[in-house]
């Protein structure tokens, strides 16, 4: 299975502040990946599909980059909404596999 | 476009459930569906998939012979036959729609303990 790093695993910012989460496959899944946001007592919601295409109604200021092994999300001009965990997950093969969770506070 | 689960509870370990998951708003049968679960205060883990037309299945290692996932788009539903329950499929499993899991519904506890 196709093992999936996050980092950091928690992270405290400013409103205003660019914030960037990073992902890592164990092997290359070309530009297979998503981005989800959890908050609090909620089910995750997607973000971001195939790298870097937004989901729709997906606030701006989130985006993301990368292709091979390594890739990003940014939120660029962080919000006091935007409190949650951030998974990524590759849909490069079965089984599929999630990164073990970014959370983002506000400072 | 709405998924809706049912029928998580609590049950010992040995014990089996079915768990349940309804979809509107969209044709259900043009969409591959997966179980997605989470255990509570950890992440989130792949559970099992389904294709459209109920072809392809494929399982977590971790559930590989003890779950069953299958489907009846007569009735826009996808289901998941837990079996032989352990402490550790204590969580919340939540259907997801497509290759990228989207939409997910609200989730149904399953919690296993003697």
């Known amino acids: 299975a196709i093992q999936m790093t996050q980092s950091p695993s928690s992270l405290s910012a400013s409103v205003g502040d660019r914030v960037t989460i990073t992902c890592r496959a164990s092997q290359d899944i070309r530009n297979n990946l998503g981005w989800y946001q959890q908050k609090p007592g909620k089910a995750p919601k997607l973000l971001i599909y195939?790298?870097?295409s937004l989901q729709s109604g997906v606030p701006s200021r989130f985006s993301g980059s990368g292709s091979g092994t390594d890739f990003t999300l940014t939120i660029s001009g962080l919000q006091p909404e935007d409190l949650a965990t951030y998974y990524c997950?590759?849909?490069?093969?079965?089984?599929?596999?999630f990164g073990q969770g970014t959370k983002v506070e506000i400072k | 476009e709405q998924l809706v689960e049912s029928g998580g509870g609590f049950v010992q370990p040995g014990g089996s459930l079915r768990l349940s998951c309804e979809a509107s708003g969209f044709t259900f049968s043009s969409y591959s569906m997966s179980w997605v679960r989470q255990p509570p205060g950890k992440g989130v883990e792949w559970v099992s998939y389904?294709?459209?037309?109920?072809?392809?299945?494929y399982y977590a290692d971790s559930v590989q012979g003890r779950f069953t996932i299958s489907r009846d788009n007569a009735k826009n539903s996808v289901y998941l036959q837990v079996n032989s329950l352990r402490d550790e499929d204590t969580a919340v499993y939540y259907c997801?729609?497509?290759?990228?899991?989207?939409?997910w519904g609200q989730g149904t506890l399953v919690t296993v303990s003697s």
């Open positions: 997950l590759q849909d490069y093969n079965y089984p599929r596999t």
């Open positions: 389904i294709s459209g037309s109920s072809t392809t299945i």
């Open positions: 195939a790298t870097s």
């Open positions: 997801v729609r497509g290759n990228w899991f989207d939409p």
